[in-house]
């Protein structure tokens, strides 16, 4: 199936600093990606969707200014976390949608980023 | 708003044992239903999925199927086998929507 990476897999970072989380979908060309955040023994809550090209939709409660997202191309999409705390620290995950694939369900998922902010 | 209710983990069982994960769901109308794993180290992977009531999804060994009169998914698998260990996650995605609604995951270690 198709694949999707995240990079980097960990990242450790002072209180205050910004940090970049790349998503890439590998073998297909995604018009929409998806930003999730995971606390542990929780679900999944997603962020926001982005689309190529356009900027990108929030959902209640994200702070655009704090989770900046751009989906500059069809294979990449970034989701920077701006003047981190530790209350930022989580698990990120994003998705990607294969247009190709057929039907609107099809998300393909990276393997997350794990933040900690000191 | 949509949700998504899963039986609280861990699970532990022995191989070749019966599992059921519980699933629930609150929606306004008529969603389809998922089912995700995600083995160790890995992304989330679509394991089955049902689209309408009474629907059976089913891969891998695992089924569920689409009870809209209990609002549920529960999943299945009649023997299972230490490659199942994993985290598995129920979801509802609305029709004409791409937004999946996650439950909170169930932990499922097989041991041998």
């Known amino acids: 199936g198709a694949v999707v990476s995240q990079h980097p897999s960990r990242v450790i970072c002072k209180s205050g600093t910004s940090v970049k989380i790349e998503c890439r979908s590998l073998d297909f060309q995604a018009t929409t990606m998806f930003w999730y955040r995971q606390f542990p023994k929780q679900s999944l809550m997603l962020m926001a969707t982005?689309?190529?090209?356009?900027?990108?939709?929030?959902e209640q409660g994200v702070e655009k200014d704090k989770f900046l997202i751009n989906h500059a191309s069809l294979t990449l999409s970034t989701l920077t976390v701006t003047s981190a705390h530790p209350e930022d620290s989580s698990f990120y995950i994003c998705?990607?949608?294969?247009?190709?694939?057929?039907?609107?369900?099809?998300?393909?998922f990276g393997p997350g980023t794990r933040l900690t902010v000191l | 708003g949509n949700s998504v209710t899963q039986m609280e983990g861990p699970v532990t069982l022995s191989e070749e044992a019966f599992l059921t994960i519980n699933c629930t769901y609150t929606a306004t109308g008529y969603p389809s239903l998922f089912w995700y794993v995600q083995y160790p180290g890995e992304g989330l992977q679509l394991l089955l999925k049902a689209t309408k009531a009474d629907d059976k999804g089913s891969n891998k060994g695992f089924e569920a199927t689409y009870r809209k009169e209990t609002t549920s998914f529960h999943l299945e698998k009649g023997s299972v086998q230490v490659s199942d260990s994993a985290v598995y996650f129920c979801?509802?995605?609305?029709?004409?929507?791409?937004?999946?609604?996650f439950g909170q995951g169930t932990r499922l270690t097989i041991n041998p």
């Open positions: 979801a509802l995605r609305d029709k004409g929507a791409q937004k999946l609604v």
């Open positions: 982005s689309n190529e090209g356009s900027k990108a939709t929030y």
């Open positions: 998705s990607a949608r294969d247009p190709g694939s057929g039907g609107s369900d099809t998300q393909y």
